[in-house]
């Protein structure tokens, strides 16, 4: 099967092996509306030992943010997840993106580890109801 990655004008510097790597290997959802793309979202539910889902990334054109479309691609991407087994889903965000991280949390995401001094690891226990 093929798969397509849309190229948007700021992927916020991710390397081409990561653009390869989710090609290859990463679930990719895109929300569009009359042909235009309004966002998407490319995330790993594999580890089937863990039972972590891993959001690796998430982007909607700047016109329509604040329009719930964040929401829902995060929405479809635990829905996902827990349907095919996965128990959390998580991922990693810059200490500098005070907008996403606010953003994780009013969806359930708590912080787990720092991954570098310039980011750290979110998780949202799947099990449990999204709390708003």
């Known amino acids: 099967m093929t ?3 849309y190229l ?5 510097g991710v390397s081409n092996d990561t653009l390869h ?14 042909g235009e793309v309004l966002g998407f979202a490319a995330f790993y539910c594999n580890d089937t030992k863990t039972k972590i889902s891993y959001l690796t990334l998430i982007g909607v054109d700047r016109q329509y943010q604040n329009k719930k479309i964040g929401s829902i691609l995060l929405k479809y991407v635990a829905n996902f997840s827990k ?5 959390f889903l998580k991922l990693e965000v810059s200490t500098k993106n005070q907008k996403a991280i606010m953003f994780y ?3 359930g995401f708590v912080y787990t580890e720092n991954k ?3 980011s750290f690891f979110m998780c949202r226990n ?5 709390s708003k």
């Open 3 to 5: 798969k397509y990655i």
């Open 8 to 12: 948007f004008e700021d992927l916020g």
């Open 21 to 34: 790597k989710i090609n290859m290997y990463a679930t990719f959802i895109i929300i569009k509306k009359a």
């Open 83 to 87: 349907c095919v087994g996965m128990k």
């Open 105 to 107: 949390k009013r969806h």
């Open 116 to 118: 570098t001094k310039d």
């Open 126 to 130: 799947l099990l449990e109801s999204e």
